[in-house]
């Protein structure tokens, strides 16, 4: 059985997703945040980053879609994500993470303006603020992240941080 602290937790997560602010979450809202980080970057959509980018987002999408829309309307509820979240996290919280690697692997490549494989600490607050984070937060949140603290963010430590944001207490 899964604790109403648990639900409660991955529950206060949906308004990371709903980037309109509507109550659900949809394609849209993934193509926002394509175009959110893009813009932050100064990147176009139609450059090879770009592509990759809102492919990544339709990917992240249909994952979401594929595990949470139980009614098939393309529309993702709060309840929706809840019951789709914590049924895949019982499982594995990194089969969970995995959906978003096209995405998280495409928004590291735009923010690597030096193209060494990596997005500096800096580069990936850009990334999490252009999210929608407050950049007091966007700025922490990408120093854990450098988990082996070379100043460097590669997508291994993005997406186990990915699974952990769902699984650990805030």
Known sequence: MVSTEYERRIAARF?????DGNGYIDREDFSAAAKAVLAEFAT?????KGQALYVGA??????????????GDQRI???EFVSGAV????????????IARPF??????????????AATVEETARVIKSLGAPEEIAVAAAATLDTD??????????VSAFARYFTVPE
Do not use: C, N, Y
């Open 149 to 158: 603290a070379d100043g460097r963010i590669g997508e291994a430590e993005v």
């Open 104 to 117: 998280l692997h495409a928004a590291l490549a735009v923010a690597d303006t030096d193209g060494d494989g």
């Open 87 to 98: 049924k895949r996290l019982r499982d594995s919280p990194e089969r969970f993470a995995e």
């Open 44 to 48: 176009t959509a139609r450059s090879d």
């Open 77 to 79: 509820t709060r309840e």
């Open 58 to 71: 339709e990917a992240f999408w249909q994952g979401m879609a594929g595990i949470a829309d139980r009614d």
């Open 15 to 19: 308004a990371g997703f709903d980037q």
